[in-house]
């Protein structure tokens, strides 16, 4: 993966499961995995903000998370 690792994003497992309410198991590698191949096509996205924007607008609401 281009010398890009998990360990490189600016978000974490944890701050995947704060973010959209679950808890620890696949659906979160799922999610860091995701993640990990947005900032592969532009590294400018590894930012923490970013990253909890783009997981709450592409996965919240497959969990019902936040939305009214």
Do not use: C, W
Request: proline fraction near 4%; avoid cysteine.
């Amino acid at each position: 993966r281009n010398g890009v690792h998990m360990t490189d994003l600016a978000v974490s497992g944890e701050d995947v499961m704060l973010t959209l309410g679950i808890a620890p198991g696949p659906e979160v590698g799922r999610v860091l995995h995701r993640m990990l191949d947005h900032i592969l096509e532009d590294p400018a996205l590894n930012q923490k903000a970013a990253l909890i924007a783009m997981i709450r607008e592409e996965f919240g609401r497959e969990k019902g998370a936040g939305r009214d």
